[in-house]
């Protein structure tokens, strides 16, 4: 029987897994397809390797590392910029030359919709909504209001002389029109970026690139069938899903829950052992603007720890921390997990609780670690960027 692992985000995303997606690909049977099945660029899944090598994946999925080609899924949004820069990062540094099937229903984010996110960020001020500065909801409005925004498979095929003539249009009609709604408009200094020519220029180059490096798709079925072995994994985290109303605006512009793998496991029509891992820190944390109802300072957790993935910036500024709530994460993922199961009966459980070794193996709060694994099916502990512990046993990370 083929095998299918769905990575979620326990809470607020930023939890491990990175750790987890690149675990459960090194121990699968291959073929091997690391299925991005929501969000986009702005994802920062990392993986430390015990040579020193380090990489934070954002196009690919991290079983690239490990042989596995990565697909984008029809509701992630791809950046060709942003794209190109991994692409060839993964070369210097890994010497790997990653494999991506990008599906042609794919929205793409080009330069300005990352322009026209952060300088409606910027007007916002203290009422930011926390923004990451790529673009992505800035990607998802313009395909919802502009109905001549090309998804991927359109916007591979044009020439240089039309992809011009399609960027021109957004400069001069959709733009304006769009922060004007926003109540802003762009400053001197953002006029010359926007306006400057070689801005267009590098796009289309990094649109030709993108093209030519990876192998576009339009069937799921058809693309995942030859594949022994399935990771989803998915970005952010269960209170980023945009159908927490509760937490709205601060939220991610797509699903972050377990039934959009569900659903793409189903749609092949065949029979997967499958489960789901949901992962957090044994603490909260939070990047960005919004409710935290748990947040404390560092210093009650750990005042040393570091963590080298989310460093400060203008957008989302700096990292925030939390005592871990397991009476609500628990609520959380077992309803994910029922939503999921009401489409998948025989779908496992496990949980992955990473960062123990910043708090003493221990959960922020003093409580054990038990509170939350014998919640699942398996469970399993993390004291280091490398290694995984099965309750049972002791597995190194591949």
Known sequence: MKTAVIVIGASYGDEGKGLAAFSAAGAMKGPVLDVLI????????????????????????????????????????????????????????????PRLLICDDCRVSLPYDMISGQIIEESLASKRHGSCGLGIFETRRRYETDP???????????????????????????????????NT??????????????????SY??????????????????????????????????????????????????????????????ETGQSYDARVIYVSRSYLTRHGAGPFPTECAKEKINADMQDLTNVPN?????????????????????????????????????????HLNETGGLL????????LTKCFDEAYLSFSPFVIERMDAKTAAP
Request: net charge neutral; hydrophobic share 35%; aromatic share 8%.
């Open 185 to 202: 408009a762009p400053d001197e200094r953002w006029q010359r970026i926007i306006l400057n020519p070689a801005l267009m220029e590098n």
């Open 38 to 97: 929501n969000g986009g660029a702005q994802r920062g899944h990392t993986v430390d390797l015990p040579d020193g090598r380090r990489h934070i994946f954002h196009h690919f999925g991290v079983g690239a590392l490990c042989g596995a080609d990565s697909l984008a899924d029809r509701d992630f949004i791809v950046n060709p910029l942003l794209y190109r820069q991994e692409a060839e990062a993964l070369s210097k540094d890994c010497g790997l030359t």
């Open 148 to 182: 001549g925004a090309l998804k991927w498979g359109k916007l591979r095929r044009l020439g240089k002389r039309e992809y011009f003539a399609y960027c021109e249009g957004i400069v001069r009609e959709y733009l304006p029109a769009r922060l004007s709604k926003m």
């Open 314 to 354: 203008p957008h989302q500024e700096t990292l925030r921390y939390g005592l871990m709530d397991t009476k609500a994460l628990v609520e959380r993922t077992q309803r994910d997990l029922s939503e999921s199961r009401a489409l998948l009966p025989e779908l496992k459980s496990a949980i992955l609780l990473t």
């Open 205 to 266: 180059e990094d649109l030709r690139f993108m093209a030519k490096h990876s192998r576009a798709f339009s069937d799921w079925p058809s693309a995942a069938k030859n594949y022994r072995s399935l990771v989803f994994e998915a970005g952010q985290g269960l209170l980023l899903d945009e159908m927490n109303k509760a937490d709205f605006p601060h939220l991610t512009p797509s699903r972050t829950t377990s039934q959009e793998s569900v659903k793409r496991i189903l």
């Open 364 to 371: 922020a709060g003093g409580e054990s670690t038990e509170v």
